[in-house]
């Protein structure tokens, strides 16, 4: 994700208008809004797979992968009818009409496709890490970004413009889609299990989601404000300098993060077993670690950032201090609370973790 981030960012700022470019980054934020008709099924399923798992509770797990796959369908349909009432309130909500930029409104609609079919894509790969197959998800995730990448420079270069990144989506997701399903397939038949879709069982299972789709609303719209707020009161080309100095603090967060949702289906199984001394050890050292990262990259952000974004972008791209030290600040403390929330999600307090979001 950093490489594909790193490399396409400034193919970017040379392949595509920079006033069109900065209106899709805020309204590609407004169609994000269509994934908060997940309600985060993706997440419980890795949790309650992984607990199952170590309980030897095969029964219930065959019911639990039956009623999320079934969840995930029905969230599917949702999410593209989400997907098309945001595009048509597009150009109300920024004040701007997107038809005047080359291409926008045909990249707006194959990404309400690529949103959907991703929202699927993590409910197969929660099913594949609870079954403690994250080798796979992993291989799937990774491959389908150079899926992505490849697919969006030859765009590029062939003059689709912001097409080409919808388009590039759009395959990423239907390759995980079927990457983790294959892998899926295998592990059920390796563990002889099966897909049991229960009626009875998914109404249980989606009681769940009375706590879990609130929290992923409210998050879902804060995560995305600062992008249509910019657009709605400041020049598009504005948004683009805002984005290209987010950028960088993002990948960073997104890396970072990634520690402890690696540890989320170990803690989960772990929890299942009833290995209450491994668990309160694995955590502590896991936490002491991850701190010291946070520290280290914030620190080299305050050092570093204007010299970073100039060799990244080219000069006169630097936003100023003031936005980016608050940035900096930001990341540090998002990333220790994002630590205690996955491991408290992990350890099955799913409750008490949608009402803190």
Same mark, same amino acid.
């Given at each position: 994700?950093?490489?594909?981030?790193? /490399?396409?960012?400034?193919?970017?700022?040379?392949?595509?208008?920079?006033?069109?470019?900065?209106?899709?980054? %805020?309204?590609?934020?407004?169609?994000?809004?269509?994934?908060?008709?997940?309600?985060?099924?993706?997440?419980?399923? $890795?949790?309650?797979?992984? $607990?199952?798992?170590? $309980?030897?509770?095969?029964?219930?797990?065959?019911?639990?992968?039956?009623?999320?796959?079934?969840?995930?369908?029905?969230?599917?349909?949702?999410?593209?009818? %989400?997907?098309?009432?945001?595009?048509?309130?597009?150009?109300?909500?920024?004040?701007?009409?997107?038809?005047?930029?080359?291409?926008?409104?045909?990249?707006?609609?194959?990404?309400?496709?690529?949103?959907?079919?991703?929202? !699927?894509?993590?409910?197969?790969?929660?099913?594949?890490?609870?079954?403690?197959?994250? =080798?796979? =998800?992993?291989?799937?995730?990774?491959?389908?970004? &150079?899926?992505?990448?490849?697919?969006? !420079?030859?765009?590029?270069?062939?003059?689709?413009?912001?097409?080409?990144?919808?388009?590039?989506?759009?395959?990423?997701?239907?390759?995980?889609? /079927?990457?983790?399903?294959?892998?899926?397939?295998?592990?059920?038949?390796?563990?002889?299990?099966?897909?049991?879709?229960?009626?009875?069982?998914?109404?249980?299972?989606?009681?769940? *989601?009375? +706590?879990?789709?609130?929290?992923?609303?409210?998050?879902? *719209?804060?995560?995305?404000?600062?992008?249509?707020?910019? %657009?709605? &009161?400041?020049?598009?080309? @504005?948004?683009?300098?805002?984005? =290209?100095?987010?950028?960088?603090?993002?990948?960073?967060?997104?890396?970072? #993060?990634?520690?402890?949702?690696?540890?989320?289906?170990? =803690?989960?199984?772990?929890?299942?077993?009833?290995?209450? %001394?491994?668990?309160?050890?694995?955590?502590?050292?896991? *936490?002491?670690?991850?701190?010291?990262?946070?520290? &280290?990259? #914030?620190?080299?952000?305050?050092?570093?950032?204007? @010299?970073?974004?100039?060799?990244?972008?080219?000069?006169?791209?630097?936003?100023?201090? @003031?936005? !980016?030290?608050?940035?900096?600040?930001?990341? +540090? +403390?998002? $990333?220790?609370?994002?630590?205690?929330?996955?491991?408290?999600?992990?350890?099955?307090?799913?409750?008490?973790?949608?009402?803190?979001?």
């Amino acid at each position: 994700n950093i490489i594909n981030a790193l /490399i396409l960012l400034p193919l970017y700022l040379h392949k595509i208008d920079s006033a069109t470019l900065g209106l899709w980054l %805020a309204t590609g934020n407004i169609l994000a809004w269509m994934t908060l008709a997940d309600p985060g099924v993706g997440d419980v399923l $890795q949790q309650k797979i992984a $607990q199952l798992y170590g $309980q030897n509770e095969f029964s219930e797990i065959n019911k639990t992968i039956g009623s999320g796959i079934m969840t995930s369908s029905f969230i599917f349909g949702l999410s593209i009818i %989400a997907g098309i009432i945001f595009y048509l309130l597009i150009g109300t909500i920024i004040d701007k009409d997107v038809s005047q930029y080359e291409g926008l409104q045909t990249a707006l609609m194959v990404s309400i496709i690529a949103t959907g079919l991703s929202l !699927v894509s993590f409910s197969l790969s929660g099913i594949n890490q609870g079954l403690q197959n994250p =080798v796979h =998800v992993a291989i799937g995730s990774l491959s389908g970004n &150079f899926v992505f990448l490849a697919t969006n !420079v030859v765009l590029l270069f062939l003059g689709f413009g912001v097409i080409s990144i919808a388009i590039s989506n759009m395959l990423r997701a239907l390759y995980i889609n /079927i990457y983790n399903y294959i892998a899926l397939r295998h592990v059920l038949h390796k563990a002889r299990l099966f897909i049991d879709y229960d009626i009875i069982h998914l109404k249980k299972f989606i009681k769940i *989601f009375s +706590f879990t789709s609130i929290s992923r609303i409210i998050g879902g *719209f804060s995560a995305s404000l600062d992008m249509i707020v910019l %657009a709605r &009161f400041v020049n598009p080309t @504005t948004i683009t300098l805002f984005e =290209v100095n987010k950028r960088p603090i993002q990948m960073s967060q997104s890396l970072i #993060g990634r520690h402890s949702v690696a540890l989320m289906p170990l =803690v989960s199984h772990a929890n299942g077993k009833g290995d209450q %001394a491994q668990i309160k050890s694995l955590i502590n050292t896991q *936490f002491k670690y991850y701190y010291y990262a946070a520290i &280290f990259i #914030g620190l080299i952000f305050c050092i570093n950032y204007h @010299t970073l974004i100039t060799l990244w972008t080219g000069p006169g791209k630097y936003i100023g201090n @003031t936005i !980016v030290f608050l940035l900096i600040a930001n990341f +540090f +403390f998002a $990333q220790i609370g994002y630590f205690m929330a996955n491991i408290g999600y992990a350890l099955g307090d799913i409750k008490m973790n949608s009402y803190i979001n």
